[in-house]
Structure formats: C-alpha cells, structure tokens
Nanobody, 117 residues
Framework: QVQLVESGGGLVQAGGSLRLSCKAS?????????MGWYRQAPGKQRELVAT????????NYADSVKGRFTISRDNNKKTVYLDMNSLKPEDTAVYYC?????????WGQGTQVTVSS
C-alpha cells in the first residue's frame, strides 16, 4: 500500500514563500514514478500544479504558477517538494501530492495553504 504524507502548509502573507514536502512510504520504489502536486480551492475542481519525472529531469507547471513555483525530488529520501514563492491569495487551496502506479492513483491527505492579502 502506498502512503503519501504532505507537510509544510500554513498561513502566509501575499508575496511570501512556503515549501511543501511529500514523503512516500518506504515500501515503494519511489524513483520509478512520476510525481505531481495538485491543489483544490473551495468550490473548485482539483487542478494540476506541477509534475516531475521519475529521475527529476523533466518538470511541468500550470501556467498560473510558472516562474513562482519549483518542483523537485530527492529519491533517496522518497520525498517530493514544492517551493512556492511570490504567493498570491489565489494560491489558497489544499495541496495534494499524487503518484500513479499502474491503474491506481494515490493521494496524500492534503496540506492547507492560505495566502492573506
């Protein structure tokens, strides 16, 4: 069973920064899988924020976060990160990390990010 645990959310003023972390359970070959960060704001659908390839070389971002957010991973620690800079109130959401293994999608429990204006 894959378990993903996010941390690092919180309350920050507009223009501030946060670093989110997502650690995977020890039972998986973490380095084989593409990882992603998603977010869901109140009343809105969950949306993709960023993805990173298994080896870390390929990264993709939603247009809304390009130039402000950076996704990275440490395969030895089985952890994926999301560095968020120049935060805006519209970045307020619950942030989830995601892993797909075969036909199955795995999600963390989510971490709340609130950006005040």
């Amino acid at each position: 069973q894959v378990q993903l645990v996010e941390s690092g959310g919180g309350l920050v003023q507009a223009g501030g920064s946060l670093r989110l972390s997502c650690k995977a359970s020890e039972s998986i070959y973490f380095s084989l899988y593409l990882m992603g960060w998603y977010r869901q704001a109140p009343g809105k659908q969950r949306e993709l924020v960023a993805t990173i390839s298994a080896g870390g070389a390929d990264k993709n971002y939603a247009d809304s976060v390009k130039g402000r957010f950076t996704i990275s991973r440490d395969n030895n620690k089985k952890t994926v990160y999301l560095d968020m800079n120049s935060l805006k109130p519209e970045d307020t959401a619950v942030y989830y990390c995601h892993l797909r293994r075969g036909p199955n999608d795995y999600w963390g429990q989510g971490t709340q990010v609130t950006v005040s204006s």
